[in-house]
């Protein structure tokens, strides 16, 4: 009897906030299962009840700007975005993106950098904010500026899939094939199935061997055209793509399936970055993309690994992984160690 006294006097004196902030909580978590449903209109209208007891609130202003930048409504999520940044206390990184997001939606996309630029400066490095900094600098073609935030973001975090997947997008434009090869590589090796995949795909199969033509008239000529890349080592590396696509030509490869090409010249391509790597490079290429390749090239897992990555492009592919499981299994557990 003792304890249930004691309870019922807990339960009476507990503070009106106590109960408010129980019941703001209940409200966030409906409204999110609403959002996450993609029923946004709903969830705006679950949000509002949870707003009704505490105007404020930095969760409840956050999720309700997400909701308004998800349906579509950019101009009300910077209105929501705002109340939570001008209080500088909770949830002020993902507030810096829904409004940087919606200015960018809306057409302001220079405004938007400036505010990832002060975000950056005021919140700290985060690797989205660098991300969202970098794709806008892509959106407006200043690829430079968007390279180096890119790259930040992918040196705070190397699973950022996105994060690769641009920086090869950025090279794709800026016509260097060793560098947009190695992002999409790596891309895939991290999404190699999603619906951005058959993207990465386009690019690496453009890329690698994209600058080799025949001359129809001259039964064995090759035309090579080289990028104006500065960096000797890259250069060399560009031109040694060049003659593995040139070399499926040759006596030796007559027969083999593109499959058995991708492997092979995959491979060679690896060893040959492998091989003109420095311990001086302290570029991305060749301290973050380049070691790892290199390892793959020399491994018995290559041929799991040229699977994997072009599933999304190749049928083939997919029933290869299909049939060798183990293989594939395999692989992922020498990833794990390396």
């Not at 890349?229 to 003659?243: I, K, Y």
Request: aromatic share 10%.
């Amino acid at each position: 009897m003792k304890h249930v006294i004691i309870f019922l006097a807990a339960v009476l004196f507990l503070s009106p906030e106590a109960i408010a902030q129980s019941d703001i909580e209940k409200f966030v978590k409906e409204g999110i299962q609403y959002h996450d449903k993609g029923e946004y209109e709903k969830a705006i209208e679950t949000y509002e009840k949870a707003l009704e007891l505490n105007p404020e609130s930095s969760l409840v202003n956050y999720e309700i700007a997400l909701s308004y930048f998800e349906k579509g409504d950019y101009k009300a999520a910077l209105q929501y975005s705002d109340v939570v940044l001008k209080q500088n206390k909770d949830h002020m990184l993902p507030a810096y993106i829904i409004k940087g997001s919606a200015l960018d939606m809306l057409g302001k996309t220079k405004e938007s950098i400036k505010l990832f630029n002060k975000a950056i400066k005021k919140s700290g490095e985060h690797f989205l904010l660098y991300y969202n900094l970098g794709l806008n600098y892509y959106k407006i073609n200043e690829l430079d500026n968007a390279e180096e935030n890119i790259i930040k973001a992918i040196e705070l975090n190397p699973s950022h899939s996105s994060s690769h997947l641009i920086l090869a997008s950025i090279h794709n434009e800026k016509g260097n094939t060793i560098q947009t090869l190695l992002a999409s590589h790596y891309f895939l090796l991290l999404e190699p199935n999603s619906q951005r995949s058959p993207e990465g795909y386009a690019i690496l199969q453009k890329r690698f061997g994209g600058n080799v033509t025949k001359d129809e008239n001259e039964v064995k000529t090759i035309n090579i055209m080289l990028s104006s890349n500065d960096d000797s080592q890259m250069g060399a590396a560009e031109l040694m793509v060049s003659m593995l696509e040139a070399s499926k030509s040759l006596d030796e490869n007559k027969g083999k399936t593109d499959d058995e090409m991708f492997v092979q010249n995959t491979e060679k391509f690896f060893k040959i970055l492998g091989e003109l790597r420095e311990k001086k490079n302290k570029e991305i290429w060749w301290n973050f993309y380049t070691p790892l390749f290199y390892e793959i090239a020399k491994s018995e897992h290559l041929e799991a690994y040229c699977k994997y990555i072009t599933q999304s492009g190749n049928e083939n592919s997919k029933k290869w992984l299909l049939e060798n499981p183990d293989q594939l299994k395999a692989f992922g557990d020498w990833l794990k160690k390396n």
